[in-house]
């Protein structure tokens, strides 16, 4: 299967622990997103990564979390000291956009579902 | 109020009925997808466009640019087509990303 890849699917962890999740985009493209999704709404937008440069941060996106992609490959999201509002579907997506006037498709990822009690 | 408004949030239909969801949005874009999303998260993009109208299999999307409003059609609707349908906008100069509408949960009943 050449498709985005999230692991791990489902996380429940406890309210203060740090939880880490990975996406693996499909190869060779050059842009990664990471997007959450609660219950009954539409994904918003945390951070996106050119190659391993990570070139937008949202407001959303709290000191508590950290993305990475160091070799402009897989990414990571790391969630500390988890609260019960972290609760939702972390997506993420890839695309082979470039930054130019061409406007490419996003490939999304399953998703990982993360529950904090 | 939201960038990306979708109408209806909820849509019963019976199999055989056409449908129509909309979507309006409030800022410049480079494109409008049409995005499908099945229980368990997986989502699947049915349409990218930045003007008139494309068509595959049964879903037609049209988008008004000047009017900022985009329609996703149904036809000849089928129990399988059920899933929430989501409209995303790419922002014009925003690094790609996608701004989406709190998307459409559509039931279609044998």
């Known amino acids: 299967d050449t498709g985005v890849s999230q692991n791990p699917r489902h996380k429940i962890t406890k309210r203060g622990q740090n939880v880490t999740f990975r996406c693996d985009p499909i190869s060779e493209h050059n842009r990664l997103y990471w997007y959450r999704q609660t219950l009954g709404q539409g994904p918003e937008f945390l951070t996106y990564f050119q190659n391993e440069a990570q070139l937008e941060k949202s407001r959303l996106l709290s000191d508590r979390f950290s993305a990475e992609r160091p070799k402009g490959s897989f990414s990571t999201l790391e969630i500390q000291r988890t609260e019960q509002g972290d609760s939702a579907m972390y997506l993420c997506a890839s695309s082979p956009d470039k930054g130019g006037r061409v406007t490419y498709e996003q490939y999304f990822g399953p998703g990982t579902r993360l529950t904090v009690t | 109020k939201n960038e990306v408004e979708q109408s209806p949030q909820n849509l019963t239909a019976q199999e055989g009925e056409f449908i129509t969801i909309n979507c309006s949005y409030s800022?410049?874009?480079?494109?409008l997808h049409w995005l499908q999303q099945h229980p368990g998260g997986g989502i699947v993009s049915l349409f990218m466009?930045?003007?008139g109208k494309k068509k595959h299999g049964r879903l037609i999307a049209t988008i008004n640019i000047q009017e900022k409003h985009s329609s996703l059609h149904i036809t000849a609707s089928h129990p399988r087509d059920s899933a929430v349908y989501i409209c995303?906008?790419?922002?014009?100069?925003?690094?790609?990303?996608?701004?989406f509408g709190q998307g459409t949960e559509l039931s279609v009943k044998p």
């Open positions: 466009l930045s003007s």
């Open positions: 800022v410049g874009i480079s494109a």
């Open positions: 995303a906008v790419r922002i014009y100069n925003q690094g790609g990303k996608l701004i």
